[in-house]
């Protein structure tokens, strides 16, 4: 199974891990879910999560699915989501881990076309 790309116009699902500095964790989950707010705006999103990790509490994963790469990439355009990204960006401890690029096969709930 390859990963997801523009040509292949497959489902496109991103997995990713961001660190909050020490004392930053409830602004960073609060921040990641005004982002999640936006996303509703995205077309193609099909599913964005914040996932609190119960054992680091300073780890917030976004788990993301959208109907293509194009699509994923295209929601960073919506009004407001660069400003978020901005107002975001003192609050990780360091640079965001790349994220896990999956391509999504099926799930329950989960609309692929």
Known sequence: MGFTNI???????LHGKLIA???KEKGHARM???ASELMELAKGCR???????NTNPEDVWVTE?????????????ILGVKELIGKGIPIPEGNPQKGQELEV????RIRLS
């Not at 040509?7 to 699902?13: A, F, P, V």
């Not at 096969?105 to 329950?108: A, E, I, N």
Request: hydrophobic fraction near 30%; charge should be negative; glycine fraction near 8%.
């Open 32 to 34: 990641l879910l005004e």
């Open 7 to 13: 040509e292949d116009n497959r489902s496109y699902g």
């Open 47 to 53: 599913l964005y999560a914040v996932n609190k990790d």
């Open 65 to 77: 699915i959208s109907a293509n790469k194009q699509a994923h990439d295209s929601s960073l355009s």
């Open 21 to 23: 500095k020490e004392g």
């Open 105 to 108: 096969v099926s799930g329950l």
